[in-house]
């Protein structure tokens, strides 16, 4: 029988029935929600809207289905809708009539939303740890390739030298934004919806503040309506998720380039990558690929719940229960990729010959050097623009290189040029040139990896 079956003269349709369970996904906020009904029961009784008998009862109850569950010993049915009534009905099973009183003050509204906060904060800390292990990884690929040339694009075309250490502290910039995104989302979500009730709070002397505490929640929420309406940090999660993933396809999109043959700046290692049924040469960046295409899935849950979410009336609706799946299948999602991703960077052979080569096969991305050169002896750099133009120009047509073309052609342009435009076109001079605050030179490499690390080792030493 429905614990709600008071008012009702038919047994639910068995469509009906499994059309509105969620036991099948919301199962795995069992511990969440026999943690909340704990902190409720302990309330109860110091408030004396219970026995202290009947709360230490009830609490002994839920600690042993918690074991069950745990256990898996214990079976949760469609019957019992959800994750709320099939704890709850095993209470009543388990302890008798006490179990009963557990919903006293409390609705699943207000119940469901406590639920899913504490669930997606436990994701967010686990989410943060993956992405500080990835940190990891770009900070030794980092302090590895300092010295290790490799040119920097605009347009997919090859643009300025840079180096491998610079292009993966631009990848741990926007991990750590992702880090304190997801910081964010945590402080937000920091406040209590229990005891909002239905929708209208309860006329029991509950102590919001107290199961707030109990929970681990710096207040309660201000407004009951609010409190079982909103699902805003679930949004902002799938936002945080969203934009991570972002990240990693761009990522992912790198690397899939980079081992191409068109590149070859790495090979993955085999253990990270996959062969092809039928090309026997094949060797493939399935990783990479599989991360890229999941983006689409995490974006796409995102735009489920905002949907879900639209034009809702107050308070809750049912079609909020529509909100666990994709929060569910997000964090799945990201878990997953962000391990993956790791292990595959942290195996790849960097071919850093192949990376040289590229900054200096003829493909001129050392002429804005040589504009800077003829601006340091004097000239104004929209002119020196123009004349390192034309040498391009003159270059192209000889299969030349700026660097090996003769001093007395440098002159015939500009008698600016002396011998010591050549240290200005040396790759290695080029980038050391870049020091300013942000750059690829040697130290201003070293501030970003620093700063990175001192990011990700304060995060780890208040976790311990
Ligand atoms: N399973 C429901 C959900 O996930 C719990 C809240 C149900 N509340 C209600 N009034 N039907 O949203």
Same mark, same amino acid.
């Given at each position: =029988? ?82 709320? =009534? ?54 030794? +690929? ?171 009336? +107050?308070?809750?609706?049912?079609? =909020? ?33 192949? =990376? ?109």
């Amino acid at each position: =029988m429905k614990l709600w079956a008071g008012r009702f003269q038919k047994e639910t349709d068995t469509l009906v029935n499994d059309f509105n369970s969620s036991i099948a996904f919301d199962a795995r906020m069992y511990r969440q929600d026999i943690t909340g009904s704990i902190a409720h029961a302990t309330m109860l009784g110091e408030q004396g809207v219970i026995a202290p008998e009947e709360a230490e009862k009830i609490i002994a109850g839920l600690k042993t289905i918690l074991a069950d569950i745990e256990a898996d010993r214990v079976e949760l049915t469609a019957e019992n809708e959800d994750i709320h =009534m099939n704890v709850e009905s095993l209470l009543t099973e388990r302890i008798g009539d006490t179990g009963k009183r557990l919903h006293t003050a409390r609705s699943r509204n207000d119940q469901v939303a406590v639920d899913f906060r504490m669930y997606v904060r436990e994701e967010i800390g686990a989410i943060i740890g993956l992405i500080l292990k990835l940190e990891h990884v770009l900070l030794d +690929l980092a302090e590895k390739n300092i010295d290790t040339i490799l040119p920097g694009y605009t347009h997919l075309q090859r643009a300025q030298p840079s180096t491998l250490a610079h292009h993966m502290m631009a990848y741990a910039n926007m991990l750590r934004r992702d880090v304190t995104r997801m910081e964010d989302c945590l402080k937000r979500m920091d406040e209590c919806p229990l005891g909002a009730g239905a929708l209208a709070t309860t006329t029991y002397p509950i102590d919001r503040e107290r199961t707030a505490a109990l929970l681990g929640f710096a207040k309660p929420t201000e407004n009951s309506l609010d409190s079982v309406s909103d699902r805003d940090f679930a949004i902002e999660f799938l936002s945080a998720c969203s934009i991570l993933m972002m990240h990693l396809s761009r990522f992912s999109e790198e690397i899939i380039l980079w081992c191409s043959w068109e590149f070859k700046y790495i090979e993955l290692d085999d253990a990270h990558s996959t062969g092809s049924s039928i090309m026997p040469q094949k060797k493939n960046p399935d990783v990479a690929e599989l991360v890229r295409g999941k983006t689409g899935r995490v974006y796409g849950s995102l735009i489920t719940l905002l949907t879900v979410m639209k034009a809702l009336p +107050l308070a809750y609706n049912k079609d =909020m229960q529509e909100d666990k799946e994709c929060v569910f299948d997000a964090i799945d999602t990201v878990k997953l990729c962000l391990p993956v991703f790791s292990g595959m960077l942290a195996t790849m052979t960097v071919l850093p010959g192949n =990376m040289r080569r590229a900054a200096l096969d003829g493909c001129f991305i050392n002429a804005t050097d040589c504009a800077d050169y003829l601006v340091r002896k004097g000239m104004p750099f929209r002119e020196a623009y123009m004349i390192v133009g034309r040498l391009v120009h003159m270059c192209m047509d000889t299969g030349e290189s700026l660097e090996s073309l003769p001093l007395s052609q440098f002159r015939a342009v500009s008698s600016r040029f002396d011998a010591d435009v050549y240290e200005a076109l040396d790759m290695k001079h080029c980038v050391e040139e870049r020091r300013a605050i942000g750059g690829p030179a040697r130290g201003a490499v070293e501030k970003q990896i620093a700063s990175i690390r001192a990011f990700v080792e304060a995060r780890e030493s208040a976790d311990e």
